[in-house]
Every structure is written in structure tokens, then in C-alpha cells.
């Protein structure tokens, strides 16, 4: 008779067993034999088949233990991610929020709101951008320490892989470091509101309008309408010349003898008949500036204009300006230039015509110059001789 149980493997039939082979090391337990022959008799099948109930026996309790914990850790790290996830959509949904009071500066809201420079939907793409990078690093620092501890639960050694991503993150931070410094630029050019989509921009190595805004990579699309590739670790400086407010400045150039007091309402009144038109009635901040007498010459006065106007609208604003100043100038009759004069005679401005030339004059000494030589006559005694 067989005894069943955890004694089946005592009483396997010798058929089943091959010698024990002698251990390396005398004091380790010896390993088991695996017979790897097909049973051929109905005891060899049931020897095997308590084997096997025996050996299941003994690690079933093993294997649910790990599952459970596999399971556990799997659902730990998708609840936590999930938390983290929403906390952070929370945390940019209140920091993109329109800051409504200014009296608590501490308050999240005003984190992002940039007051009177950056309206409101430049501070949603600038929260989406945020708030994407810390989702993306959220997710891949809790899946990827829930994966270790999977490998650690299935009884992985862990020692050789920690160290060998170690020597590798050495190796590749050696040679991406470029690549990492353009990464965190990205992340803080996006976060402070450097520039966004659509501005006009002066990095230093470009200047153009910014097509697109990525963490690694700027794209301006330049005034000849090529395209610039432009790596945000290598930007030292930015001018934004599209964010708050711009300056239209015009140089305004009036005859010396001309009334400076009357240059000057006129100048004013032209400058607010613009700015009641469309559509400079929206790109005209302020009222128009006159600062004063920039520079005095011979036959001029140049007074400079000063208007503040929307971002990027300087440009627009200044060539209108000077287009109406000009048809004011000559309705009124105000010179921008005198005209120099002598005796009552203007001189011509054309260049004057060359002098004619001293050979062209028979009685001047240059052409009696170039006269031939003449000829020796001969002596009269000569002419008198046999």
C-alpha cells in the first residue's frame, strides 16, 4: 500500500529515482533528482501524479502569497497615480484661474496670471503645458517603482539591474547633457511666460514670430519667411516685442524757420484724428506724446512722437502716423526743410557741371603749349654761297 500526502515522495518507487549525485559542498542540502522519463506503468503514474499533488502541496501557499502581493502593489500604484494625477489638475485649474483679488499675493491663483501682460488664454496654454509635464513625471515615477517592486515580488534579484541602470543613466547624462539642459529650459520658458505662439521675438541667434513652443526645440518662422530651429538651452537672452505693450516712436522733421508751437498742435491733432479711426482706435493705448526737440541742424528741426500701442502693432501704428503728419504738413503749408539761399537766389541742388577745359581757350598758355614746334629756317648765307 502507498501512503499519500507529504510522504509520497519517500515512497517512490525506485523505477522513479535515479542515485543521488555527491553535493560540491558537503554541508548544503542535497538537490533533487528529476527523472525525466515518461511513466510507463499505471504505479509509475500515480508515484508521479503524488509527486506532483505533493510538490503543489507544499508551494501553493508561496504562490498565492506573491499574486496577492503582485496584485496589491499593481492596484496601489494605479490608485496612487490616479490621485496624484487629479491633484495636479486641480493644482493648474487654480493657478490658471483669473487672479480676482489682488490683496492676498500668496493666494495659487496669481500664480500664472501675469496681470496686464498676459491674458487669459495664454494662461491656459501655459497651465495645459505645466500640467502635462508633471502628469508625464507623476505616471512615470510611480509605474516605474511599482515595476521593480513586481520584479522584487517574483523573486527577481534586483542588485545587477539597479546597478547597471545606474552605470548607464552615468553614461547617458554624460552624453545628453545637452539635451537635459534643454528640457529644464523648456519647462521654465513655458512656466515664466517668456514667449507663446504667435509673438514676435528676438532671441539673439534669430528673430521672427514664434510658430511653435516645445520643451526641447523654439520654432520662429524669420522676416523672409525662413524657419528657425532654435534649441532652448542655447537661448541666453529673449526680447519679446509681442507681450504687454509696444512704443510707436516717429522722428518728425520740420524747417528751422517753421513755428514750433504750431508744428506742435498740429502734430497733436492729427495724431488723435488717427486714433478715433478704425481700426487704430484699438491699437492707440494712450494719447500720443510729443517729448520734445530731439536734434537741431542748419536747416531743420526734428521733434520726436511717442504713442503706446497694442503688442507688436508699433510698426502699423508708426507708418500711419507718418502718412497723415505728411498730408497735414503740406495742407498747412509747414516746411520740414529750408531751402539754403543766397542773395535772394536758391541754389540748384544738382551737382554742378565741370569746368570746361584751359586747352579749349587758343590764347591760354596750356594750348600754346601744345602747339607743334616749328621748323629751323636756314641762315641767308648759306642761301648767297656758289
Known amino acids: 500500500?502507498?501512503?499519500?500526502?507529504?510522504?509520497?515522495?519517500?515512497?517512490?518507487?525506485?523505477?522513479l529515482t535515479s542515485p543521488a549525485t555527491p553535493s560540491p559542498n558537503p554541508t548544503a542540502p542535497p538537490l533533487p533528482q528529476l527523472d525525466l522519463r515518461i511513466p510507463t506503468s499505471t504505479q509509475e503514474v500515480s508515484d508521479t501524479t503524488k509527486q506532483a499533488a505533493s510538490w503543489l502541496d507544499t508551494h501553493w501557499q508561496e504562490w498565492l502569497a506573491s499574486g496577492v502581493r503582485i496584485v496589491f502593489i499593481i492596484v496601489l500604484a494605479l490608485v496612487l497615480r490616479a490621485v496624484v494625477r487629479k491633484l495636479i489638475t486641480q493644482l493648474i485649474a487654480r493657478m490658471a484661474r483669473s487672479h480676482e483679488s489682488h490683496d492676498d499675493p500668496s493666494?495659487?491663483?496669481?500664480?500664472?496670471?501675469?496681470?496686464g501682460v498676459v491674458n487669459t488664454e495664454r494662461r491656459q496654454q501655459r497651465s495645459e503645458a505645466i500640467g502635462s509635464v508633471l502628469r508625464s513625471v507623476a505616471s512615470f515615477t510611480i509605474l516605474g517603482t511599482a515595476a521593480l517592486m513586481v520584479l522584487a515580488a517574483l523573486g527577481v534579484n534586483l542588485a545587477p539591474l539597479l546597478a547597471s541602470a545606474g552605470v548607464a543613466g552615468v553614461a547617458i547624462g554624460f552624453g545628453?547633457?545637452?539635451?537635459?539642459?534643454?528640457f529644464l529650459s523648456g519647462v521654465f520658458m513655458i512656466m515664466e511666460d517668456q514667449y507663446g505662439v504667435g509673438d514676435e521675438i528676438d532671441t539673439g541667434v534669430a528673430t521672427g514670430t514664434v510658430l511653435e513652443v516645445g520643451l526641447r526645440v523654439t520654432k520662429l518662422r524669420g522676416a523672409g519667411g525662413e524657419i528657425w530651429y532654435i534649441r532652448n538651452g542655447e537661448v541666453k537672452r529673449i526680447a519679446n516685442m509681442?507681450?504687454?505693450?509696444?512704443?510707436?516712436?516717429?522722428?518728425?522733421?520740420?524747417?528751422?524757420?517753421?513755428?514750433l508751437v504750431r508744428a506742435e498742435d498740429l502734430i497733436l491733432e492729427t495724431a488723435e484724428a488717427l486714433a478715433k479711426e478704425t481700426p487704430y482706435d484699438e491699437l492707440v493705448w494712450e494719447p500720443v506724446k510729443i517729448l520734445g526737440v530731439e536734434s537741431v541742424a542748419a536747416d531743420s528741426v526734428m521733434m520726436?512722437?511717442?504713442?503706446?500701442?497694442?503688442?507688436?502693432?508699433?510698426?502699423v501704428v508708426a507708418r500711419a502716423l507718418r502718412q497723415r503728419l505728411k498730408s497735414?504738413?503740406?495742407?498747412?503749408?509747414?516746411?520740414?526743410?529750408?531751402?539754403?539761399?543766397?542773395?535772394?537766389?536758391?541754389?540748384a541742388l544738382a551737382a554742378d557741371p565741370s569746368p570746361p577745359s584751359s586747352l579749349a581757350d587758343p590764347t591760354s598758355a596750356r594750348y600754346r603749349a601744345t602747339e607743334p614746334i616749328p621748323l629751323p629756317k636756314p641762315a641767308s648765307d648759306d642761301l648767297t654761297r656758289p
Open 304 to 315: 520726436r512722437v511717442e504713442a503706446r500701442t497694442a503688442p507688436g502693432k508699433a510698426p
Open 1 to 15: 500500500m502507498f501512503r499519500s500526502g507529504a510522504t509520497g515522495l519517500a515512497d517512490a518507487s525506485p523505477a
Open 176 to 182: 545628453a547633457r545637452n539635451l537635459v539642459t534643454d
Open 107 to 115: 493666494r495659487i491663483g496669481g500664480l500664472l496670471a501675469n496681470t
Open 242 to 259: 509681442s507681450q504687454g505693450w509696444s512704443t510707436a516712436t516717429v522722428d518728425v522733421q520740420v524747417g528751422y524757420k517753421e513755428d
Open 328 to 347: 497735414a504738413f503740406d495742407v498747412a503749408g509747414i516746411k520740414v526743410k529750408e531751402e539754403a539761399t543766397a542773395t535772394g537766389v536758391s541754389f
